[in-house]
């Protein structure tokens, strides 16, 4: 069996030559032949095609490998096949298969049929229910059941081929014994010693380990330059293998082939990222979202057949400097958001040799993350850090101040109106106050109807004029009406 190795970016090639007997040269006989002689590991195989591209066992997991590999390996092994002729007079004679370039594309095709795996990854191949393959997490030296390890019990399940995972192996050994100081110390200073915020970046490492989004989230890291955002995406990748990570930008995503990158992901890290005018962010935003609510996408690949729904695992951070101003009118980005606020900066205090004395401790930090799963999964949600609370609000009012507008000073009721040019000017009036843009005329209306799609337009009589007016809306009690369009009496208090 050829496998794939920690050493090795491919496995290697079949040793020859020797000499192998088939008494065929159809594809699917041939095809076989070469799984039973190359690809098996006792009953099991371990070539699969699975998602467009052919994955190879080895080392405990899973990874993928080039087609042109797979075809050039096939066609070096095809040339020692002998098929066996019978002449008109009965005399058997093994000939040549001689393999070309349309035969090897049969064959291929034919072995795809064979090792195709249908069923959303991670899958048992053999139909299994359980152990729950999304609860598994591969490490080098076998299997741990999440579920298990959060009842407190802990024992690794042999590898095998038989799980199929695109997340691949963790490139360490699990060690429930295992620590982690120096890692420990980075999140004591970075985060200020605040255990609510130490709290939610071990919840959020952990919630990284398993392809789970129950939870619906995205990360903000947010911290002024050199307060350590990038450490933890080092300890997370750490934590995680490299191979389960995917940097990605606002521009990469908004592209043709944006998501391509993430397929099988465990993570997608935006470090210091960055909004330019010229972005596609809206639709960078949208892929996010509808990755965070673990939305069925089609996926292009270059040069690939598209995918037609893709639910992959990965979960976004997202690591800035600034609060960023991000499209959401209506506010859905809010709920989906966890924020971790780094707020101290070590300009001048740099020590280069921290990530790597970090990555020393894969071990203790898987460890570490998988006891903010346990806790996650004990309380069913995550941590709320109250340092974090202030920052929340300010990204609400930046990324969708209507909605954050409604939500402070206005009460929504089908029996409710209130003045068009009042509810306009308390609007411009709490932008002023928080530093936004304000959003006028018609953009502003367009704008509430998305927030509020009860709220309509219309007449109403007020001190014997015909006012144009919001129905279904009104300003909250106690919020003071803008100057210049007071004393004119609101309808419907």
Known sequence: MKCITSNDRLPPAPHGPREVRIITDEPLVVGQHYLDNEWSQGNDLALRRYAGEWWVYGDGGYQAIPDDWIRSVLNLWLGDVKVRHVDGQGNVTWKPFRPTKYKVADVLAALASIVQVCAPAPVWLDLRQTPKPANLIAFRNGLLDVDDYCQGEVELLPATPVFFTTTGVRPYDFDLDAECPVFRKYLNEALDRDHESIDLALEWGGYNM?????????????????????????????????????????????????????????????????????????????RIKSVVGADPQPVNRKHKPMLPGDSSPIRFT??????????????ALLPRLLLLHF?????????????????????????????????????????????????IERFRTRVAPVAAFVAECCDVGRDYSVRKDRLRVAFKDFAAERDIVPIAGEDFTKQ???????????????????????????????VKPPEHVAGVAEVAQ
């Open 210 to 286: 398993v392809p789970d989004r129950r939870h619906e989230k995205f990360m903000l890291a947010f911290g002024p330059p050199r307060s350590g955002r990038g450490t933890f995406l080092a300890a997370m990748e750490t934590a995680l293998g490299k191979p389960q990570v995917a940097y990605t930008t606002f521009a990469d995503l908004s592209g043709q082939f944006g998501m391509e990158p993430l397929i099988g992901k465990l993570a997608a890290f935006m470090a210091d990222a960055h909004i330019s005018p010229r972005m596609d962010v809206v639709r960078g935003m949208e």
């Open 318 to 331: 997202i690591a800035v400097n600034e609060l960023p101003d991000l499209p959401d009118t209506v506010g």
């Open 448 to 478: 509430l109807f998305r927030v509020c799609p009860t709220v309509t337009t219309g007449r109403l009589q007020i001190d014997q004029l015909r006012e144009r007016v919001f129905k279904g809306i009104k300003l909250k009690k106690g």
């Open 343 to 391: 707020p101290r900066s070590f300009a001048g205090q740099e020590d280069p040799t921290l990530k790597d004395r970090i990555k020393a401790e894969a071990p203790g930090i898987a460890v570490l993350f998988l006891e903010g799963l346990k806790r996650l999964r004990e309380r069913g949600r995550f941590t709320e850090p109250a340092a974090s609370k202030p920052f």
